[in-house]
């Protein structure tokens, strides 16, 4: 264990005490675990108290106004902006993916997943790439990428002001980035150099207004264009 990861704070949010623990003791030896809590009401006040890097977040926590995961996701934003989501949770469903992610959630994995797959899925959604189970990754893309949010009722495509800024290469980038590419992939995806990725990064950074990889995943899938 390196001291960057000793200093990844991590909560966990799961209305299960066995579990908590469990995943508790799994993590312990390798992150700062700052928080715990069981339902809506208890796991905002948490964040807001604490603000973790990282949140492994349930999706179905009971209380509030039963929104669960993504209730939390809404109502803890304004009060730890710069805290990341990783959805944990025994469902696989869809509908239950889908509303975690476009609630903002960087990534989501399934309880069948082992101990290192979770450390390593939380160093990488620290470090801003999106992560998700194996099985969930097809249907995320395809969910994305066939959502009618870029269409409108008539079936012609929404004028977007911001998604306009950017040049045909901007977005290809912008795409893969926000898909969870590393540079050196996305380089050898579109056949230019990392150096050029780079500054293709940095100008859509800037041309939204962005601040890092991590605001850039949740705005091409706020929009549904990942």
Do not use: C
């Not at 730890?80 to 696989?92: E, H, I, K």
């Not at 309880?111 to 979770?118: A, N, P, R, Y």
């Amino acid at each position: 264990m390196n001291e960057q990861e000793q200093h990844i704070r991590i909560a966990i949010v799961d209305d299960h005490e066995m579990f908590r623990a469990g995943v508790i003791a799994t993590l312990q030896p390798y992150f700062d675990v700052v928080g715990q809590a069981a339902d809506v009401e208890g796991s905002v006040a948490m964040i807001a108290q604490t603000k973790p890097d990282v949140v492994l977040l349930d999706v179905h926590v009971p209380g509030g106004e039963g929104g669960g995961g993504t209730e939390i996701l809404a109502k803890s934003r304004r009060y730890s902006p710069n805290t990341v989501f990783l959805a944990l949770s025994v469902s696989d469903s869809p509908q239950d993916v889908g509303s975690v992610i476009r609630a903002g959630a960087q990534g989501y994995v399934t309880k069948t997943i082992s101990g290192d797959d979770l450390i390593s899925s939380i160093k990488q959604v620290h470090e801003g790439y999106a992560v998700f189970s194996p099985k969930l990754a097809g249907f995320v893309l395809s969910a994305f990428q066939n959502a009618p949010s870029t269409n409108n009722a008539l079936g012609g495509p929404i004028h977007d002001d911001e998604l306009d800024r950017l040049s045909n290469r901007e977005q290809e980038v912008m795409r893969l980035i926000a898909r969870g590419y590393t540079y050196k992939e996305v380089a050898a995806e579109l056949f230019i150099s990392v150096k050029t990725v780079e500054t293709h990064v940095s100008s859509v950074l800037r041309k939204l207004q962005l601040s890092n990889r991590t605001e850039l995943t949740r705005w091409a899938a706020n929009r549904r264009i990942v």
